[in-house]
């Protein structure tokens, strides 16, 4: 078992619930360091691309991205996936009015979860408005690693090789995730 897989069978790590508005979380130096650098990896992956030719002072203030393309890269497909499957010119459409309004918003939620991790050997105490904001950051960063390495839906963890970092660390994220999920459903 590797050393991330004997930190997730630890009772004292994790999300505990503390009241019905708040819920702990303590993590080991580690682990709040390899959020920390995912977070930042996250973040930097869903920076906007700057446009310099949107001159539409409308279309800046709302978001509209004229220049929006559906992404070459695996990850931020999946992180901003086609609205529309069997049509690309409406998912385009879709695009042009969403995405950057989208990418802004999981930034804005991945920061927030990066300013809220834990200190070393403390923990740190998430309101009942921010338990949606880090189930949704931890499923960005479970989807962007499991894209990254080759997961499917399919796989479970024993077809996971043990000496794979990567995948360690998704199960690491599915644990913790899944873990916040039961302590707000108490």
Known sequence: MGNIAKIMNEQIRGFKRISKEE????LEQLEISLLN???EQLITLLEPIENQKNTDPLASIVNIDSEARKPDDEVL???LPDAY??????????RRFTERSLRLTKIE?????????PLENESTFIKQKDFEKWLTVLNDLRLALGTRIGISEEDTDDDFDEEDHAQEIYSWLT???SNLLEEISK
Do not use: G, M, T
């Open 37 to 39: 650098s995912l977070l």
């Open 85 to 94: 499957k069997e049509d690309s010119e409406s998912s385009q459409e879709f």
């Open 175 to 177: 644990w913790l995730q």
């Open 23 to 26: 819920i702990s979380l303590n």
């Open 109 to 117: 939620r991945a920061d927030l979860v990066l300013k809220q991790l």
């Open 77 to 79: 497909l999946r992180l």
